[in-house]
């Protein structure tokens, strides 16, 4: 999987860590992330797993946006309150990079859903 020229110039930082390089930024970049939830724990997870050029991100998280999830979900802002907040999440992702993929599944993470979303994923974070 090839870097574009733009991630080249995005990632060249972090492709100048130790024994990281191209190869490691490769290996981001192919890879796919499950996130379950899109708060502060999870919302701040996907940032920096987009920031650090992950291929694929998919979120997983059901419900609306509340006015008192505000003080610590980064990804949200407060026109968004009263929607579905895994839209909102994706939609901060895509805009703060563009180079990956992100997926949004308005749910939640069930008995009945966690295997075949697990397997759609390298690795997940709960």
Known sequence: MNL??????????QMMLPNFGEAGQKRLKSATVLVTGVGGLGGTSA????VAGVGRLILVRGGDLRLDDLNRQVLMTNDWVGKPRVFKARETLQAINPDIQVEAVHDYVTKENVDSLVQSADIAVD
């Open 4 to 13: 574009t020229p733009s991630e080249l110039e995005r990632y060249h930082r």
């Open 47 to 50: 940032l920096y797993l987009a």
